[in-house]
């Protein structure tokens, strides 16, 4: 009861001095927009694709039956990839020297053996053979013929059924494999003619697909993210040890204060974020229901409580109020570039990729994106939740531990 007395005396304290820095504060919160001016050429101007520059990517045959010079001239004629990828059938070398030349992105490669494993059930792959120096190529390139390689492998199922039934019929081994490769045929005719080849997986970029929408989501993103690292050091004080030794007494803790700090922090930074989030909203008229605008506070809340622990955290561990500051300004900039708002993740290197569902940021824009920009009913609140209840545990072990060592 006495914690909780001393933490709303705090609290009441800090808003008192927000309100006694009426003056200057517009001026702090207009600075978050002038930081988005600046990067907001410098970012469209990077992920806007160009779209006289495809994706090269080579088709080589090594197998060199009539089944896999068909699918390689299918797909090499095939138009379903649009204007970003491009597919040209050439020998091993030439895609080896192009690769070097970073002519190619990508070279996909039917091995030796290819029809015989797929006639007697042994799974069939199709190496990727991808260019260093084009990751993010050659990983969209690999995700498109997954699909390729789904709808082989189920057309060698259907063609090795009909086989076994084939081999029961009284007809002689020749017509019985032209029999067999007709129905490959068909089956290939399906799943490329019929344009359902990479329909199943289609690869969307928000920042390219509506850029407008989500540079709007993704700079309020990064105004409110700086506003709560502005806000909790406007209500820092550097204390006299004098005076700490006397709070001490009175039985203020460390603690007390950093988490009175954060309670102003949230709910001032809250209130004016979702007015800002507001304007936006009719600015762009997004299609936002009462649900969808419950699901953001909650989304928000969430992921500005594990920024603001986690900045507090570094108040605990750093003395020094400079030291502290810059450390505390790298770790915000870290944490907006991986969640996506500077620039989309695809972006980022794939071994980043893979860790960016354990970053706060990410798992909160993404959210973020799906209600607001692909009209999702449903958010998972479970990652944030964990990594909240983690952050304060974390701080609260933190803040105590450098009490008991001080004193």
């Known amino acids: 009861m006495h914690f909780a007395r001393i933490t709303l005396l705090l609290i009441k304290n800090n808003v008192l001095q927000l309100r006694r820095k009426w003056l200057t504060l517009p001026l702090v919160l207009l600075f978050p927009f002038i930081i988005i001016g600046l990067l907001a050429t410098i970012i469209v101007t990077f992920v806007t694709p160009n779209e006289r520059s495809p994706i090269q990517v080579g088709l080589v045959n090594l197998d060199q039956s009539k089944e896999t010079k068909l699918l390689v001239d299918m797909m090499d004629e095939a138009s379903q990839l649009g204007t970003y990828i491009q597919l040209s059938a050439m020998d091993e070398t030439v895609a080896i020297e192009k690769l070097e030349t970073d002519e190619l992105s990508t070279y996909i490669v039917f091995p030796e053996g290819f029809t015989a494993n797929l006639y007697q059930g042994i799974p069939v792959t199709l190496p990727i053979i991808g260019n260093p120096n084009q990751p993010i190529q050659s990983q969209m390139v690999k995700t498109l013929i997954e699909s390729v390689t789904r709808h082989i492998r189920a057309s060698q199922a259907n063609v090795l059924t009909i086989n076994n039934y084939a081999k029961q019929l009284p007809i002689n081994d020749q017509e019985r494999n032209d029999l067999v490769f007709e129905q490959f045929k068909e089956f290939v005719f399906y799943t490329i003619g019929r344009k359902q080849l990479f329909q199943e997986e289609k690869i969307i970029n928000q920042a390219t697909a509506n850029p407008i929408s989500y540079y709007s989501l993704a700079s309020w993103f990064i105004i409110f993210t700086i506003w709560l690292l502005i806000i909790y050091n406007f209500l820092y004080q550097d204390l006299s040890p004098r005076l700490k030794q006397r709070l001490t007494l009175y039985g203020v803790h460390p603690l007390q204060q950093i988490l009175a700090k954060l309670l102003v922090t949230l709910g001032f930074v809250t209130i004016i974020s979702y ?126 531990g450098k009490e008991r060592i001080c004193q």
């Not at 990410?362 to 999702?376: G, I, K």
């Not at 609140?381 to 933190?398: D, N, V």
């Open 275 to 400: 007015f800002f989030l507001f304007l936006v909203i009719e600015l762009f008229h997004w299609d936002i229901h009462l649900m969808d605008s419950i699901r953001i506070i909650i989304v928000t809340i969430l992921y500005s409580t594990c920024f603001l622990f986690s900045i507090a955290m570094v108040e605990v561990l750093i003395a020094s109020h400079r030291l502290r500051l810059l450390t505390q300004i790298g770790f915000t900039m870290m944490v907006l570039l991986l969640s996506g708002a500077l620039f989309p993740t695809i972006y980022l290197p794939l071994n980043v990729q893979n860790l960016l569902s354990y970053i706060f940021s990410s798992e909160a824009l993404y959210w973020l994106q799906e209600v607001v920009l692909n009209d999702r009913l449903f958010v998972d609140y479970i990652p944030l939740l964990t990594m909240t209840g983690g952050g304060f545990f974390l701080l609260l072990s933190m803040a105590l």
